[in-house]
């Protein structure tokens, strides 16, 4: 298996811009995680799905942001409008059963300007 | 006070050092204690796990649980420069099945 596939590697925008970042979990995996992570704060989970359904979004940091898995091959992780404060990097990972042996993607690292 | 307390470094040490990375924390609620090791640009991949308190050995890596004292450690026996990354410790706060507490993360550098 591949691993978790995130898309794209890198991304710069301008600030206002839509940005969609993309993952497509390990095959068979049934838990669905994205992460940002950033010196000042860390790694921080802003959405967790299961069986292609959210759990809980409770760390998404706003109404920009936005996520969906319509299927249990590939989800999406939407910030419309960006900012600056988004710069970051965005991980996807997947699990099965253990949740904390989850296997994270290569990243996403997010520049708004 | 943050949750998981973890000195960033750098932390520069020889090749074929001990490495002691620490991690403190303030709830004691929390039972499975993890470490990741994160390379530079990868994502973060789990290097082992315990539960509880005790030591759980892998490889040139142990693992070690103090709940009493609230601290958690990771030692590299015969340190490697292929060691040299970023190491995080992270928590199972026990009332989540999903949820993690991370620490900030300690940059280890391994000199040839």
């Known amino acids: 298996d591949a691993g978790v596939i995130q898309s794209p590697r890198h991304e710069v925008t301008e600030m206002g811009q839509e940005v969609t970042l993309r993952c497509k979990p390990i095959s068979g995996h049934n838990s669905l995680f994205w992460y940002r992570q950033t010196m000042m704060r860390g790694l921080e989970l802003l959405i967790y799905f299961n069986n292609n359904v959210p759990i809980d979004d409770s760390g998404m940091p706003e ?44 990243g996403t690292r997010l520049t708004v300007v | 006070q943050k949750e998981v307390e973890q000195d960033p470094g750098p932390l520069s040490v020889p090749e074929g050092a001990i490495v002691s990375l620490n991690c403190t924390y303030s709830n004691s609620a929390f039972q499975y204690f993890m470490w990741y090791r994160q390379y530079s640009r990868k994502g973060p991949e789990l290097l082992m796990y315990t539960y509880s308190s005790g030591n759980k050995e892998d490889g040139r890596f142990t693992a070690q649980v103090d709940k009493s004292s609230k601290y958690i450690s990771l030692f590299i026996r015969d ?34």
Do not use: H
């Open chain 1, 63 to 106: 109404d920009r942001f936005s996520a969906k898995m319509p299927n249990a091959s590939f989800s999406t992780l939407k910030i419309q409008p960006s900012e600056p404060r988004d710069s970051a990097v965005y991980f996807c990972a997947s699990s099965l059963g253990r949740f904390y042996e989850a296997f994270f993607g290569q």
């Open chain 2, 79 to 112: 340190s490697q420069p292929s060691d040299s990354a970023t190491y995080l410790c992270a928590m199972d706060p026990m009332d989540s099945n999903y949820q993690l507490i991370w620490g900030a993360g300690t940059k280890l550098i391994i000199k040839p």
